[in-house]
Each structure stands twice: as C-alpha cells, then as structure tokens.
C-alpha cells in the first residue's frame, strides 16, 4: 500500500509538531499533551498507591542498610530518608518509561525489517508483541509515524498501522500495567489525525498492552471509535476554553462604590 501524506510533520523535543501546508507552517499541541487535561481517579488511585508502595520500600531499604549495626536516628539521617523516598517515585517512573520507549523502538525495528535491539529489561515486552502478532492475524504496514489534524489543531505519532481482512486497523502500543480509559482517546485522535494525513479511511482502532515482566501478559481491547472521538473532541475543547481567562480581572472591587 502506497501511502502519501499530504503534510510534512516533523516534532521537537518538547513534543510539538510542526506542520508545513502549502507553504504555511503550523505549530500544534501533541494528542498526549492535550489529554492531561482530562483527569482519571482511577489512574490517580493507581499512582498514589503505587508511589506510597514504592516510597515505604525505600525506607525500609534505608533502615535494612543497618541491620546488625547501630543506627543513630537523628535529623540528618531522616532528611536523607525523605529525600530519597521523594525521589524514588519519579526515579521508578522514569525507569518504567525509558523501558516502554525502548520496547516501542524494537517493535518499530520490526516492522521496518530491522534486528531489534533487545535489552534483558525489554525482551519479555517484545516477546510478548511477537506472540500477540501471531495470534492477531493482523499484517502490520508501517510503524512509528507522524500525523496531524490541522482543522482540529493537533498533532500526534501513532505507533502502527496494520490491515485485517481488507481494512486497515490503527494500533497503539501500551507497555503499562493496566489500560486507561483515556487510552481509548488517544487512538481516536490518532485516527482522525490519520485519515486527514493520508487521506484513508481507518476501519477499526486497537489497544495492545505488552507487559514487561511476565510471559503470557498481553491484553488488547478495539477502541468503540463513535464514543471515544466524541470524548476527544470535548478534551480538546475543554483544553482551549482553560487556556483562556476564566477570572474577571476587576474581580470583586468593580461591585464595591
């Protein structure tokens, strides 16, 4: 399949994309960037409890260092405690990211024909891509690709695009432990951005969940495309409506004689 996309699309390192139309160049927000905007308790729920998990672990790690030694509990000793605690949560985050980026690259290389580049902390993840491929029966096309929608003002990299029965099918990698609703508007916006790019028409989105650690770990769900692109598009407006003034700037005094 020969696609062409109709706009040059490039990203910067904060991610945002730069879109170059008919000699007008566009600057717009990435599609992750616009779904901050939309807050999940379940997923804070998930954060907290896994920040206070690891945060207790790092204590304890610290009063374990000890362990037949005398340990003297003064302040010196505790700030260096809660300085390490409040870190660890950041420090595991980044760990975990760098680990889901790598595992992205080496499903990309595959799909381009390249070897993959596999690291001991990102073969099961990969492992998992291959054994979840086989069962699919869904051809992959392309990976990693740029995508824009300059009528709705966004940007966005999707991760693949496959074709199952004569359709193409949009697919977005997870490496996380679990998958978020807003997941699901994520691809939706992928795939309105993608059929304005290209031109094509998406028939079905998927999220696919590799885990990391444990073999057998894969969970894909289709993305109902109706009701996630209708959630999007009230995320990106909510987004635009609080970049503006939502204060009086004469607040109370202008009522006061």
């Known amino acids: ?32 960037g616009i779904l901050d905007i939309v807050g999940s308790k379940d997923k804070v729920n998930r ?8 945060c207790l672990l790092k204590v304890a790690e610290h009063i374990r260092a000890f362990s037949g030694k005398s340990l003297i509990v003064d302040e010196t000793w505790i700030e260096a405690v809660r300085e390490s605690a409040w870190k660890c949560d950041k420090e595991m985050l980044k760990e975990a990211g760098d680990i889901g980026t790598r595992v992205h690259n080496a499903i990309d290389s595959f799909i381009k024909g390249e070897e993959p580049l596999l690291d001991p902390d990102t073969k099961q993840g990969f492992d998992n891509f291959l ?19 300059l009528k709705m003002g966004y940007g966005g990299a999707m991760d693949a695009l496959g074709e199952i029965d004569g359709k193409l ?17 994520q691809a939706a916006a992928y795939t309105m951005a993608f059929e304005e790019t290209f031109e094509q028409d998406i028939d079905k989105a998927f999220v696919v969940r590799f885990g990391k650690d444990t073999a057998g770990d894969v969970e894909h769900k289709e993305v109902n495309l109706l009701n996630a692109t209708k ?26 004689r």
């Open 1 to 32: 399949m020969n696609l062409q996309s109709k706009y040059k699309i490039d990203r910067d390192e904060d991610h945002a994309y730069t879109v170059e139309y008919k000699e007008k160049i566009t600057v717009l927000p990435g599609v992750t």
């Open 47 to 54: 954060l907290m409890g896994w920040a206070k998990k690891n």
């Open 131 to 149: 054994a979840w491929l086989k069962e699919s029966r869904i051809k992959l096309i392309q990976g990693d690709t740029y995508i824009a929608s």
């Open 169 to 185: 099918v949009l697919l977005d990698w997870k490496t996380s432990n679990y998958l978020n609703d807003n997941y699901s508007l």
């Open 231 to 256: 959630a999007f598009k009230y995320a990106l407006h909510l987004k635009d409506m609080m970049s503006r003034p939502v204060w009086m700037k004469d607040g109370w005094r202008q009522y006061v």
